[in-house]
């Protein structure tokens, strides 16, 4: 080797960049990335995709997308990029915090899920949401975070008591509210899907298909969380329950 690096740097004539390059394909790689980013030109090393319209475009490529995914791609582009165009995904952060019990989306899909088994009971007992159903709908919570601790178990008990206060309370607040709101309406259907291949109900197998003008289209699969029906007006409302914050809607 010392023979070898005599020639190649001491001025010798022997070029052996070939030789090595061509025996180490992760150097090669490595010196046309180099060459490229120093170049004037924009090349993939700098972050650009040479792929057709067709492919990325989401009113040619015929892929359905979620209201999450256009949301992010209208607010910012940029991570949509990366996540659904590189595939670029950070990873998860594990923090342990001993007061703790349940990530805000965890919890949410919790309380989805007791708003949700309680709306199907009141709706098969023909019954409308009233606070005489908190101790049935407490109950209903105790099963699901039963569930969730044997799945999840909670850093302490001070931890899981917080969420569960929190829970019941939530429980309250939603039937406090409903029993006001479904004087006049009442609630039909849950859960209702489209473009997920699930053909029960009201779910609509198909993806939906939004006309954006000019003969351009884009498909859309989603859940609708509830369908009301108001009998004063013969109208229909549409809801998705928001469980976390407020701050980005009006």
């Known amino acids: 080797s010392e023979w070898w690096l005599q020639r190649r740097f001491a001025g010798g004539d022997m070029n052996i960049s070939a030789a090595v390059l061509d025996a180490y394909a992760g150097l090669a790689a490595g010196g046309r990335a180099e060459a490229a980013r120093e170049s004037d030109e924009i090349t993939k090393w700098d972050g650009r995709i040479v792929a057709p319209p067709e492919e990325l475009d989401p009113r040619r490529n015929g892929r359905v997308y979620s209201a999450s995914q256009l949301e992010k791609m209208a607010g910012c582009p940029y991570q ?17 915090e001993q007061d703790t019990w349940l990530e805000a989306n965890e919890f949410g899909t919790l309380v989805h899920e007791v708003l949700q088994s309680t709306m199907d009971e009141l709706c098969e007992s023909g019954r409308k949401p009233s606070m005489a159903y908190l101790p049935r709908m407490q109950a209903i919570a105790g099963e699901a975070l039963k569930r969730y601790r044997d799945e999840i178990p909670p850093p302490s008990e001070a931890a899981f008591d917080k969420r569960r206060n929190d829970l019941f309370d939530s429980c309250e607040v939603f039937l406090r509210t409903e029993e006001e709101a479904c004087l006049t309406v009442t609630p039909k259907y849950f859960e209702v899907s489209f473009g997920a291949g699930e053909d029960t109900g009201l779910a609509m197998p ?45």
């Open 80 to 96: 949509h990029f990366l996540e659904r165009i590189l595939k670029v995904h950070p990873l998860d952060e594990i923090a342990y």
């Open 206 to 250: 198909e993806p939906f298909t939004l006309s954006l003008g000019r003969g351009a289209t884009i498909k859309l699969r989603g859940r609708i969380d509830r369908v009301d029906h108001d009998e004063t007006k013969d109208e229909w409302h549409v809801w998705d329950y928001k469980s976390g914050g407020t701050s980005a809607f009006d």
